[in-house]
């Protein structure tokens, strides 16, 4: 995965966290009434719709459109940072962000809560902002009620990657693989970071790790083969 994919990559992946069945149980709205039932069903119609195998696009607005009809039976928060989430995968950020501001707004149990906020600081990275993008991201590092951590710390290197900040995005990117030490992203964009400091031992030993985790990451691959060039001891 390019780097410059890495904010979409995460989004999608949150987006299908929050589908989950497992965060079920933090809301009792799901269950109290025969309209939130069916809110479920479309929501998971919508999720269903995701996962098929069709163009990008033409996935995303029939999920949106199940969404949006769970939404009309049950203002859930989980429900409209789905919304949000597609919206943005739709190329439209400013409904998007109003989505996610709205959904951040809804009564919600705080780990849910904290999901949505990586969310919306990712679509707020993707417009430029990046100083109110990282504020977030540090203040998700430090919550307890946020399990992926080191998702935030990634993301905060990543940002500091974009602005050639390499030497504050390793020390992050450090971080991130001490506390995941199986986090595959981490280690690649460790790697990566490293070849652009020209530090090619640690890109090196990065790379190996990623493709350790993964043997099949082709990124990992083809950045390793560039390093062993630098070194020629390949």
């Known amino acids: 995965m390019s780097i410059e994919n890495f904010y979409l990559y995460n989004v999608i992946f949150l987006l299908f966290l929050l589908g989950c069945s497992k965060i079920k149980h933090l809301d009792p709205l799901y269950v109290d009434s025969r309209d939130k039932k069916l809110a479920v069903n479309d929501y998971?119609?919508?999720?269903?719709?995701?996962?098929?195998?069709?163009?990008?696009?033409?996935?995303?607005?029939?999920a949106l459109h199940y969404v949006e009809k769970a939404i009309k039976q049950?203002?859930?928060?989980?429900?409209?940072?789905?919304?949000?989430?597609?919206?943005?995968?739709?190329?439209?950020?400013?409904?998007?962000?109003?989505?996610?501001?709205?959904?951040?707004?809804?009564?919600?149990?705080?780990?849910v809560r904290s999901d949505i906020m990586n969310n919306y600081a990712c679509v707020i990275a993707k417009t430029g902002d990046t100083k109110k993008a990282l504020l977030l991201f540090e203040k998700l590092e430090k919550d307890k009620?946020?399990?992926?951590?080191?998702?935030?710390?990634?993301?905060?290197?990543?940002?500091?990657?974009?602005?050639?900040?390499?030497?504050?995005?390793?020390?992050?990117?450090?971080?991130?693989?001490?506390?995941a030490q199986d986090y595959v992203d981490?280690?690649?964009?460790?790697?990566?970071?490293?070849?652009?400091?020209?530090?090619?031992?640690?890109?090196?030993?990065?790379?190996?790790?990623?493709?350790?985790?993964?043997?099949?990451?082709?990124?990992?691959?083809?950045?390793?083969?560039e390093c062993c060039k630098k070194l020629t001891i390949c």
């Not at 999720?47 to 990008?56: D, F, H, Q, S, V």
């Not at 049950?74 to 950020?93: C, D, E, G, H, R």
């Open 186 to 225: 981490a280690h690649y964009y460790l790697g990566l970071t490293c070849y652009r400091l020209e530090n090619y031992k640690d890109a090196m030993q990065a790379l190996d790790k990623t493709i350790q985790l993964e043997s099949g990451h082709e990124a990992a691959i083809s950045l390793r083969e």
């Open 74 to 111: 049950s203002k859930n928060p989980i429900y409209m940072a789905q919304k949000a989430t597609l919206l943005f995968l739709l190329n439209n950020v400013d409904e998007s962000l109003k989505c996610f501001q709205e959904a951040l707004k809804i009564p919600a149990h705080e780990s």
């Open 44 to 62: 998971k119609m919508g999720m269903l719709e995701l996962n098929k195998i069709e163009n990008g696009e033409t996935r995303y607005r029939k």
């Open 145 to 179: 009620n946020y399990f992926t951590p080191e998702v935030a710390i990634v993301n905060q290197a990543r940002i500091y990657y974009d602005d050639g900040k390499f030497n504050l995005a390793k020390k992050k990117l450090c971080q991130a693989t001490r506390l």
